[in-house]
């Protein structure tokens, strides 16, 4: 759009990439559009700009009117711009739509009224299983989801909990950061043990053993459990062993043994019997025009968000850049079963990353261009024509040098069952 503001030719307009070939392309007036065969992502090749098409022949031409290149700085920092603030705009948008069609629903952190279940790392950070959360350096954080991103990206040094009836603080340092970055969570909350069987897996001990859907759970073993978490661990520790589970169908009481797999599950998903629900959620909903300036305020959020998230990677002691992850990793994010909301989420938070990571003054990147572009105007001098084909080639080799790492790190996790 600013191209063409600028009467700059465009010369093609592609989504995904073609090296050789394209699987569809139209040409109107001077630019080419079409659908590449490599899909990620896709570009914008204005005639007269050294970009990813390493075009030598044409640069080697004198400067026409309406290319790149003779144009004024400022039109070429606009046209470089253009795309990384289509990246937030879209963002904005898709927020605004999702709070518009779903408003915002979120568990406050007073409302965990049973307290959190820890891992291991969350032991060995402070946190302690039954701890109930209550404030983040004293600040009280409202929505419980954003309490461990506090944590993260805050600079917090310490998180108040309340453990059998005390208020304890837990200190949170660097090497804390790491083994968080590091895990997959350091909790979960905790459910109490008021459940029945839900969906049954197939082939799994509890459809053989004849439970139902439906069935309420009792002892097992004669044992009683105050939560869901304690029936977990009891069964953790009976892998590959039977145990006697006592339900309760159609106001009968029954005896079933089942025999645990060697995961230590039965298989099966839980559903709490509370009629109220187990936990009291707030639900904010947007009229048309309160969703506009709340979609915003939420997009700068998130933008403001991942921004913290660098001086993480940076950190020689939190290691960040061990967490850095590719493609497996962007399509972990997405939920296993379709859900259009969590979609259309991930799809703005996707947006915005692209728009920063666009911005990294490495060579090959708008921020790289930007940054030459910012030196000719402060300097009143241009840089040259081999010296931006040179940085161009740099700049690709740093940023395939980045996607093997990544990918590689995903590799890794997952070669050792940690990702």
């Known amino acids: 759009m600013f191209a063409r503001l600028f009467k700059t030719r465009v010369e093609k307009f592609y989504l995904f990439f073609d090296p050789w070939f394209s699987l569809f392309k139209i040409k109107k007036g001077d630019t080419e559009y079409g659908v590449g065969w490599v899909p990620l992502g896709g570009y914008v090749k204005i005639a007269g700009m050294i970009d990813e098409s390493m075009d030598k022949e044409a640069m080697k ?4 009117p309406w290319e790149f290149r003779s144009k ?12 990384v603030l289509m990246n937030f705009l879209f963002a904005m948008v898709i927020y605004i739509g999702v709070l518009y069609a779903w408003g915002e629903q979120y568990l406050p952190t007073a409302n965990v009224k049973y307290g959190i279940v820890v891992n291991e790392t969350g032991e060995e950070i402070g946190f302690k299983t039954g701890d109930k959360i209550l404030s983040v350096d004293n600040q009280y954080i409202e929505k419980f989801r954003d309490v ?38 350091i909790w979960d909350i905790r459910f ?10 197939k082939g799994f001990p509890a ?16 044992l009683s459990f105050e939560y869901y978490d ?22 009968q009481k029954l005896i079933k043994p089942v025999t645990v797999n060697e995961d230590g599950k039965l298989g099966f998903n839980p559903a709490f019997n509370s009629k109220e629900g187990v936990f009291k959620y707030e639900t904010i909903k947007y009229g048309f025009l309160k969703s506009i300036p709340a979609g915003i305020k939420k997009g700068i959020q998130t933008t403001r968000d991942y921004l913290k998230q ?31 909301q969590h979609f259309w989420n991930m799809t703005a938070f996707i947006s915005i990353i692209l728009a920063i990571m666009n911005l990294l003054p490495i060579p090959a990147l708008d921020g790289g261009h930007v940054l030459f572009l910012f030196g000719e105007i402060i300097s009143g001098r241009k840089p040259g024509e081999k010296f931006l084909e040179y940085a161009q080639i740099t700049g690709m080799v740093i940023l395939l040098a980045l996607v093997l790492y990544a990918n590689a790190n995903d590799i890794i996790k997952i070669i050792n069952g940690t990702f």
């Open 230 to 251: 304690q029936f977990s661990n009891y069964l953790s520790e009976k892998k590959g062993q039977q145990v006697n589970i006592e339900i309760t169908r159609d106001g």
């Open 192 to 201: 109490p043990y008021d459940i029945s069987i839900g969906k049954l897996a």
């Open 72 to 83: 004024p700085a400022w039109q070429r920092l606009l046209i470089m711009l253009g795309g």
């Open 61 to 64: 031409q004198p400067p026409k």
């Open 148 to 185: 461990l991103h506090a944590i993260l990206f805050n600079d917090v040094k310490t998180v108040q909990v309340e453990r059998d009836g005390q208020k304890i603080n837990v200190d949170i340092t660097e090497d804390d950061l790491a083994l968080l970055l590091k895990s997959k969570g």
């Open 207 to 222: 459809e053989k053993a004849g439970l139902k859907a439906g069935d309420i759970l009792g002892n097992i073993n004669g």
């Open 310 to 340: 660098f001086k993480l990677i940076f950190n020689k002691k939190t290691k960040g850049y061990e967490s850095l992850g590719g493609f497996a990793r962007i399509g972990s994010i997405f939920a296993p079963t379709w859900d259009w």
